[in-house]
């Protein structure tokens, strides 16, 4: 499947007035293949995925455990999977990589350079991420204009040409304080980290809590001066991603 630009351009107009509930059922109603979601467990992603349980929805829930992640972390994914009695598929890095990359360069590597922490970020997350989304004609992301620069120039569909899959991205236009409302009114269960200075979560030795003022992901990868972004979403991490192609892992 390929999408023109006006044929996204008319979807974005279309679904800009729809909520949640209503744009998650028209499109499953609207694309027959497979849609997945991508949860991180954080307060955004939380919000869809009640969304799409408590509607019963066609649509899969994946996570990506990358073996570095707050405790918190997996007390939601049980929350979350025990709340609903539904099952989020869980991902995992290729063993062979990440033994590969931590006997040769160190265990905190990450902290020496952008491209060793690129080259984790690619081996943890992006590799099970494209294998989580083979096959698959819709990604759904709970990705908001608010969190960053790079995310406020974002459309609710957009075309991932790397991946050759539309990407949703059903509370863009979202205010933190909405998705807050949100848990709150549906009982949601959420990570306690939210509540301890911790906008946007991710591996634990990526991670802060921001001090008021701050943006919302200042808190990753804080020793940084670059975008905060591991490559998920902005396409910086093909060079890394590349590296892991040709160990052939």
Same mark, same amino acid.
């Given at each position: 499947?390929?999408?023109?630009?006006? @044929?996204?351009?008319?979807? #974005?107009? !279309?679904?800009?007035?729809?909520?949640?509930?209503?744009?998650?059922?028209?499109?499953?109603? +609207?694309? +027959?293949?497979?849609?997945?979601f991508s949860t991180s467990l954080g307060l955004e992603d939380q919000v869809i995925t009640d969304a799409i349980f408590r509607q019963n929805l066609d649509i899969e829930v994946f996570t990506l455990?990358?073996? +570095?992640?707050?405790?918190? #972390? *997996?007390?939601?994914?049980?929350?979350?999977?025990?709340?609903? %009695?539904?099952?989020?598929?869980?991902? *995992?890095p290729n063993t062979e990589a990440i033994e590969q990359y931590v006997s040769t360069k160190g265990i905190n590597a990450l902290y020496e350079s952008v491209a060793n922490r690129k080259e984790c970020c690619a081996i943890r997350k992006i590799e099970p991420l494209n294998r989580a989304l083979q096959g698959v004609e819709v990604w759904?992301?709970?990705?908001?204009?608010?969190?960053?620069?790079?995310?406020?120039?974002?459309?609710? /569909? !957009?075309?991932?040409?790397?991946r050759h899959l539309l990407k949703f991205n059903p509370l863009l236009h979202w205010s933190s304080t909405e998705v807050r409302h949100y848990i709150a009114d549906h009982a949601v269960p959420y990570n306690a980290l939210?509540?301890?200075? /911790?906008?946007?979560? %991710? $591996?634990?030795? $990526?991670?802060?809590?921001?001090?008021? %003022? @701050?943006? @919302?992901?200042?808190? +990753?990868?804080?020793? !940084?001066?670059a975008n905060q972004e591991c490559g998920l979403h902005d396409g910086t991490n093909a060079p890394a991603f590349k590296t892991i192609n040709r160990l052939g892992l």
């Open positions: 499947m390929t999408l023109t630009s006006l @044929e996204i351009k008319a979807l #974005n107009e !279309e679904f800009a007035h729809y909520d949640l509930v209503e744009a998650l059922k028209a499109l499953r109603q +609207r694309f +027959r293949r497979k849609i997945a455990d990358t073996g +570095r992640q707050f405790p918190e #972390n *997996y007390t939601t994914l049980d929350a979350t999977t025990k709340r609903y %009695g539904k099952t989020i598929r869980v991902l *995992y759904i992301t709970g990705l908001r204009a608010a969190q960053s620069a790079y995310r406020s120039d974002m459309q609710l /569909f !957009e075309w991932d040409q790397a939210h509540d301890q200075g /911790f906008p946007s979560i %991710g $591996c634990q030795p $990526c991670t802060r809590a921001i001090v008021e %003022g @701050e943006d @919302e992901r200042a808190g +990753r990868w804080w020793w !940084e001066t």
